[in-house]
C-alpha cells in the first residue's frame, strides 16, 4: 500500500508470538502518544495513547510502554495474529501547544504463518 | 460508526490542472488535519484548522496549495497548478481537542497521480 519508506524496518514475527515494536520520540517535552495502524491502502487507525504522567497503559492485546529517561515508547501486541499485519507508527505532541503530531517513520509488521 | 469521509479516493490528473480534495470531518469535532504521504517523506502534516480556523499551514507550499473550511462539516485541500511530485496520498484527520488529550481520526484518503 501507500505506506511510508523504502527503508521501513520491518519485523517478522510467528503468528501467535508476542511482538514489540519500538518507537524513539524527537520531543522531550512531549506529553501525549498515540500509536496508530496503517493497513495496506487505508488511512491510519487509532490503537492506544498514553499521556506523560503513565508508564505504561494496557488495551485489549496491546500495551503502550513509555520511558521518559530515554525518549521511548513501545508497543507490545499479545498472541499476534495475520490481521495485525500492517505498518505501526508513534505519534507524539504537546497538549498545551498547537497540538500537533510529529510522526514516526513506522515499523512494518509481517506475521508468518 | 462515525468517521472521516474524504472524496474523491482516487485522482488522476495532468500536470498544471487544479486538484480540489475534499474532507468531511466526525461531527462535532474541532480540529481538521490534512497530511500527505508519500513512501519517500512518510506522513508530513500540510495544515490544521481548529474551530475552522487556520492555525498551522507551514507545511504546506503556499504558492500551488490552498486549504479552506467553508463549514464545520467541510474541509477542502486545492492543488493549483499540480505538479508529478505532488502525487501521493492526502489524508484528512479529525479531532476533538479536550484538555485531557486529543485523538486523530484519520479518512481513508486520497490517492492523487498528476501526470
Known sequence: ?113 | DARVTQTPRHKVTEMGQEVTMRCQPILGHNTVFWYRQTMMQGLELLAYFRNRAPLDDSGMPKDRFSAEMPDATLATLKIQPSEPRDSAVYFCASGLVVTSGETQYFGPGTRLLVL
Not at chain 1, 23 to 38: E, L, M, T
Request: hydrophobic fraction near 35%; charged fraction near 20%.
Open chain 1, 1 to 113: 500500500g501507500e505506506s511510508v519508506g523504502l527503508h521501513l524496518p520491518t519485523l517478522s514475527v510467528q503468528e501467535g508470538d508476542n511482538s514489540i515494536i519500538n518507537c524513539a520520540y524527537s520531543n522531550s517535552a512531549s506529553d501525549y502518544f498515540i500509536w496508530y495502524k496503517q493497513e495496506s491502502g487505508k488511512g491510519p487507525q487509532f490503537i492506544i495513547d498514553i499521556r506523560s504522567n503513565m508508564d505504561k497503559r494496557q488495551g485489549q492485546r496491546v500495551t503502550v510502554l513509555l520511558n521518559k529517561t530515554v525518549k521511548h515508547l513501545s508497543l507490545q501486541i499479545a498472541a499476534t495474529q495475520p490481521g495485525d499485519s500492517a505498518v505501526y507508527f508513534c505519534a507524539e505532541t504537546l497538549l498545551s501547544g498547537t497540538y500537533k503530531y510529529i510522526f514516526g517513520t513506522g515499523t512494518r509488521l509481517k506475521v508468518l504463518a
